[in-house]
Nanobody
Framework: QVQLVESGGGSVQAGGSLRLSCAAS????????MAWFRQAPGKEREGVAL???????VYADSVKGRFTISQDNAKHSLYLQMNSLKPEDTAIYYC??????????????WGQGTKVTVSS
């Protein structure tokens, strides 16, 4: 049974930082592209950052230069360091895994989400 469990969400003021974590189990971790998505109230889900099996990272334009995605293959863990947070970053953040290839539009497995609230 595949499980993706996010943690690290919370409330922060604009300009602050948060670090999200995702613990993966039940899958062959290094066979998957890992990603962070988010969904703001009243908006569609959007991709935030992807990291491939070769550790190559790709970011949405809206977070480039502020967010950093990383992973620890030995710990089967994914991270998202979020700096210089803005109110428009407020959303539920989801960890996702897609077998082999990265995609901005879908995934094979999703976590339950962790809420991030940024106040002005």
């Amino acid at each position: 049974q595949v499980q993706l469990v996010e943690s690290g969400g919370g409330s922060v003021q604009a300009g602050g930082s948060l670090r999200l974590s995702c613990a993966a189990s039940g899958l062959t971790y290094n066979a998957y592209c890992m990603a962070w998505f988010r969904q703001a109230p009243g908006k569609e889900r959007e991709g935030v950052a992807l990291i491939g099996r070769d550790d190559r990272a790709v970011y949405a334009d809206s977070v480039k230069g502020r967010f950093t995605i990383s992973q620890d293959n030995a710990k089967h863990s994914l991270y998202l360091q979020m700096n210089s947070l803005k109110p428009e970053d407020t959303a539920i953040y989801y960890c996702a895994a897609r077998r082999i290839y990265c995609s901005w539009s879908n995934a094979d497995y999703w976590g339950q989400g962790t809420k991030v609230t940024v106040s002005s």
